[in-house]
């Protein structure tokens, strides 16, 4: 069966820093990734997405992702957070081969401390 | 394109009642999903439709839990005889044909069964 596991619950990180979140996953072939932000009471918005080619994919506000397929990763980058970051960040996998629900991992509450 | 919106956003019921929450996906998206979230954890897939067809369904939906998407546009989930248990954030999905495919989420709604 497939899982993503984020293993930092939380993670504090200074305004103007560097982030990265790690995301591992176990699939039996190579997935779709996701990695999507939650604000408090809201819903999901999509960050980035792999699907195939270059390994480091560019998304909005400022963050990319690198695939790397020999370590089962997608960890999430960001060169200097700012303190409207913080949120709820979810690393999502994806079946290929057609429609599926995606597996979602428990989330990392990114704090900004100014 | 006025994103996937979800009504209510927030609900609150007593144990034992019906709830039923809409969804409204984005104009011409094919493929409705919802979820479920409960606090500190990432989204479950509960089910999927691909246009009026509902093709899959988790083993965390229960007998108590119905959906419908009549007309292959909006789509209704139900809860009948609510539990305490049921209490979590239900996100619904919606997402274009054909695969690699990206699932674009509502809001939410909030229920809370006292």
């Known amino acids: 069966a497939q899982s993503v596991t984020q293993p930092d619950i939380h993670i504090t990180v200074s305004e103007g820093a560097s982030l990265e979140l790690r995301c591992n996953y176990s699939?039996?072939?190579?997935?779709?990734l996701f990695w999507y932000v939650q604000s408090p009471g809201q819903g999901l918005q999509l960050l980035l997405k792999y699907f195939s080619g270059d390994t480091l994919v560019q998304g909005i506000k400022g963050f990319e992702a690198e695939f790397k397929r020999s370590q089962s990763s997608f960890n999430l980058r960001k060169p200097s957070v700012h303190w409207s970051d913080a949120a709820e960040y979810f690393c999502a996998v994806g079946p290929r081969g057609g429609a599926d629900g995606l597996t979602f991992g428990k989330g990392t509450h990114l704090i900004i401390q100014p | 394109d006025t994103g996937v919106s979800q009504n209510p956003r927030h609900k609150i019921t007593k144990r034992g009642q019906n709830v039923t929450f809409r969804c409204d996906p984005i104009?011409?998206?094919?493929?409705l999903y919802w979820y479920r979230q409960t606090l500190g954890q990432g989204p479950e897939f509960l089910t999927y439709f691909q246009n009026e067809a509902q093709l899959e369904k988790s083993r965390l939906l229960s007998d108590r839990f119905s959906a419908e998407r009549p007309k292959g546009s909006f789509s209704t989930l139900e809860i009948q005889r609510t539990e305490q248990g049921d209490s979590a954030m239900y996100l619904c999905a919606s997402s274009l044909d054909p695969t690699p495919e990206t699932q674009y989420f509502g809001p939410g709604t909030r229920l809370l069964v006292l």
């Open positions: 699939y039996g072939a190579t997935p779709y």
């Open positions: 104009s011409e998206h094919n493929r």
